[in-house]
């Protein structure tokens, strides 16, 4: 375990120096690698002296679901009590079949966690030392399977993983003996997989996961929410609904006005200032989402200038905003760009974060 434990963590450093692998929207993949099973919850005692290893055929659907068959061979060593040679130490071999559900939390990073379920069926194998001598050799059986696991990106078609699962079997022959008094009659054991992962097609690159490029770690810790929440409640007039805020885009979308507070620029520039990519981001994710969805992109400024130049820089910052959304996969004809300038105010130009909250973008849904 010990062995596992270090490799698992140079595995992990590894994978948290990658940089970011392109996904898929849909792909097929081919896996491999060891295997490390223990019984839990059965009548022996369980040895470390485990081994085995897997093959896996897995189609991913989207960036998130997908389906896998596994087969696997585990060797099970163990021991138990004898009346004649006192401690006896002896194994079960198995051969496993499992399809799997897997569903992916955060498909896009480059360390991505998933959980997966499923069935399978087992086919055990017993050595001649076992504990009740009624049972035939081999046998088929069937499994419920449960699990987590890490898929680490290692270049554009590899990826190391990490999993471990719980599997549950539908007799209490697994480990050799069955004892009539027994509370659940169901064998069960783990397994603590590290194996790779080789693509073998892929559809087309996924328009979610490139809304991150661009997007490093750095900008989305910049962003404070909470400090644009205070100057919402503090300068925003009461006429004003604070749901059309960007952090509530499907329920800006029911009111027709998405405020995207917080997409700020340089003085003077059209040059995005570092926080405003999260928020970006969010607004280009609801789009792909919705891909019936047109907006007008209007761009603001504050009362600072004059009219004609801060009508002309709105429109070019609208202009940004555009060609920043329609790199990400937004369809052109979905966006018109409109710079209003110093018209139409949220707030007071009178302080400073008044002016903050006036230099904004806001899309009117059409």
């Known amino acids: 375990m010990r062995k596992i434990s270090l490799l698992l963590s140079i595995l992990l450093i590894f994978a948290a120096n990658v940089s970011q692998a392109q996904l898929a929207k849909d792909s097929w993949a081919f896996g491999f690698g060891f295997k490390y099973p223990r019984f839990v919850s059965v009548n022996v005692t369980p040895l470390n002296t485990n081994y085995g290893g897997f093959l896996?055929?897995?189609?991913?659907f989207s960036e998130h679901v997908g389906l896998r068959f596994q087969a696997g061979y585990s060797h099970f060593a163990y021991e138990f009590p004898s009346a004649l040679t006192g401690?006896?130490?002896t194994n079960t071999n198995a051969i496993t079949g499992d399809l799997d559900v897997m569903y992916y939390l955060i498909p896009c990073e480059p360390i991505s966690p998933y959980f997966f379920g499923g069935i399978?069926?087992?086919?055990?194998?017993?050595?001649?030392?076992?504990w009740t001598t009624t049972l035939d050799d081999n046998a088929l059986g069937f499994q419920l399977n449960a699990g987590a696991?890490?898929?680490?990106?290692?270049?554009?078609?590899?990826?190391?993983?990490?999993?471990f699962g719980y599997h549950i079997t539908n007799n209490s022959e697994l480990d050799g003996t069955v004892i009539p008094t027994e509370a659940n009659g169901?064998?069960?054991?783990?397994?603590?997989?590290?194996?790779?992962?080789?693509?073998?097609?892929?559809?087309?690159?996924?328009?979610?996961?490139?809304?991150?490029?661009?997007?490093?770690?750095?900008?989305?810790?910049?962003?404070?929410?909470?400090?644009?929440?205070?100057?919402?409640?503090?300068?925003?007039?009461?006429?004003?609904?604070k749901e059309v805020v960007v952090e509530k885009p499907m329920k800006a979308?029911?009111?027709?006005?998405?405020?995207?507070?917080?997409?700020?620029?340089?003085?003077?520039?059209?040059?995005?200032?570092?926080?405003?990519?999260?928020?970006?981001?969010?607004?280009?994710?609801?789009?792909?989402?919705?891909?019936?969805?047109?907006?007008?992109?209007?761009?603001?400024?504050?009362?600072?200038?004059?009219?004609?130049?801060?009508?002309?820089?709105?429109?070019?910052?609208a202009d940004v905003v555009k060609g920043y959304l329609t790199?990400?996969?937004?369809?052109?004809?979905?966006?018109?760009?409109?710079?209003?300038?110093e018209s139409n105010p949220v707030a007071d130009n009178k302080t400073a974060d008044g002016r903050a909250m006036n230099r904004r973008i806001e899309f009117k849904v059409q």
């Open 120 to 130: 399978g069926g087992v086919f055990r194998m017993l050595n001649a030392n076992r």
């Open 253 to 317: 979308m029911m009111m027709d006005k998405w405020v995207l507070i917080g997409v700020n620029f340089d003085f003077n520039s059209t040059k995005f200032s570092a926080e405003s990519y999260p928020i970006l981001y969010d607004a280009a994710k609801t789009l792909l989402l919705n891909p019936n969805l047109k907006v007008e992109i209007q761009g603001y400024t504050d009362n600072v200038g004059s009219e004609s130049y801060n009508k002309n820089l709105a429109q070019k910052r």
């Open 56 to 60: 896996s055929l897995q189609r991913n």
């Open 87 to 89: 401690t006896v130490e």
């Open 186 to 241: 169901r064998d069960s054991y783990m397994t603590l997989n590290l194996g790779l992962l080789y693509f073998l097609e892929k559809g087309e690159p996924s328009k979610f996961c490139q809304l991150y490029s661009g997007i490093t770690q750095e900008y989305k810790d910049m962003t404070d929410y909470d400090r644009i929440d205070e100057m919402i409640k503090k300068h925003i007039p009461k006429e004003v609904i």
């Open 149 to 163: 696991g890490l898929e680490m990106n290692i270049d554009s078609e590899w990826k190391a993983l990490v999993e």
């Open 327 to 341: 790199s990400k996969g937004i369809a052109a004809n979905r966006l018109t760009a409109v710079g209003y300038g």
